[in-house]
Each structure stands twice: as C-alpha cells, then as structure tokens.
C-alpha cells in the first residue's frame, strides 16, 4: 500500500505570499491531521479532518487554513506569509473509522521556508 | 489540558547497550500513548502504542514501551541499541473523552555511539 504523499516536498517563499500544501493519504483513510514542525516549538498541531469535516484545530492564526475533498485528500493554505512560517508542515492519515485510537501515519512532509 | 514531557533532550548510549527514552504525561482520562521516530529529513514513524490491556507492549525494529499508571509515564526501551538507531523520538498521548487531538512531546534525539 502506498504511503502518505505530500506534494510540494520543498517550497521557497517570500513573506506576503500564499501557499498551498497537499496531502494524499493512504488509501482507504478517512482522517487527515497537519502539524507544523519547528526547532524551537516542535509539533504542533494544525487541524484535524474526517470525511471532509474539520474536527479540531490548533491554536494558530487565520492565516492558516485547510480543507478535505471527498477523495480524502487534504490541502492546507497559509496567507501572507511571514518569517516564522519556516517550517516543517507534516501531514499524518489514520482509519476508515474516525477512531481517535488508530495510528497516525505520516507523510515526508512539506519543507516551506519563507525569505 | 493534556500534555507530554520527555525530559531528556538528548540521550546517549554506546551500541550494544540498552537504551530507555523517558516519557511522562499528563491527562484527564484515559491516556493512549505513541512512539514516533525521525530520521533526517523524514517524516515521522510509527514504532508502537498503548491503547489498553498488557501494559508492555512491543513494537517495531525490537522497541517496547512500558505503560506505568502510577508513575504516569511510557518509557521506550531496547534491550541492545544499534548505531541506526540514532534519530529523534517523541512520545505522543491522547485522550478519547472529548475533541482533543494527538498532543507530542518535544522530542528526545537519541545517539548510539559504535
């Protein structure tokens, strides 16, 4: 079975900018979850999605925002960019169930570093 | 709120020894907890989890984790470290009452030393 796909894998922005990230998950998985990953703050979570539906959020700003399709495949969007948006952005897939006790599994994820 | 410390940042070990990666939690309710490796430049790797019954469990590439209640912690442990097994390791725990999402740990970079 194939893994969880993040596409870009590298991305150079500029502050102000966009961007939008995306995750396909493994087949036949229902949930989605994002997390930002820094040095100094470590994992912290994003949001989470299940059939399309936004179950959680992190304690981000606005500027951060995600969605799901119908296929499961998730995107999430950052507005004006700002320097502290460097980051690793991960993109994790569990269950067909919505169990909160399945395994996340987590893709290679997006490497954004805004200049 | 839930919350995962791991108070080492950095654990060293020479190779062929065992190794333990400490991690304690904090919740209201039940805890299911996590082991996820990093390799460089990699993405995250399920090693094993507790959700409920036997309170060691056994994961994968022989790591294992023991659940203490009392102690509220879930140590990660091998019996003989190899040298690939050098990589950041983080705990994660969650809780099934209410909507609360899979908090980490800060992570501990583990190096084993031929």
């Known amino acids: 079975k194939a893994g969880v796909t993040q596409t870009p894998r590298y991305l150079i922005k500029t502050r102000g900018q966009q961007v939008t990230l995306s995750c396909s998950p493994i087949s036949g998985h229902r949930s989605v979850s994002w997390y930002q990953q820094t040095p100094g703050q470590g994992l912290q979570f994003l949001f989470e999605y299940f059939s399309e539906t936004q179950r959680n959020k992190g304690n981000f700003p606005g500027r951060f925002s995600g969605r799901q399709f119908s296929n499961s495949r998730s995107e999430m969007n950052v507005s004006t960019l700002e320097l502290g948006d460097s980051a690793l952005y991960l993109c994790?897939?569990?269950?067909?169930?919505?169990?909160?006790?399945?395994?996340?599994?987590f893709g290679p994820g997006t490497r954004l570093t805004v200049l | 709120a839930q919350s995962v410390a791991q108070p080492e940042d950095q654990v060293n070990v020479a190779e062929g020894n065992p190794l333990t990666v400490k991690c304690t939690y904090s919740?209201?309710?039940?805890?299911?907890l996590f082991w996820y490796v990093q390799y460089p430049n990699r993405g995250l790797q399920f090693l094993l989890k507790?959700?409920?019954?036997?309170?060691l469990v056994k994961g994968s590439y022989g790591f294992e984790a023991e659940f203490n209640k009392s102690q509220t912690s879930f140590h990660l442990k091998k019996p003989s470290a190899l040298v690939s097994d050098s990589a950041l390791y983080f705990c994660?725990?969650?809780?099934?009452?209410?909507?609360?999402?899979?908090?980490f740990g800060k992570g501990t970079r583990l190096s084993v030393i031929a």
């Open positions: 994660a725990v969650r809780v099934l009452s209410g909507n609360t999402p899979l908090v």
């Open positions: 507790y959700i409920t019954g036997d309170n």
């Open positions: 994790a897939s569990s269950g067909t169930s919505g169990d909160r006790t399945d395994t996340q599994y």
């Open positions: 919740v209201s309710g039940n805890p299911y």
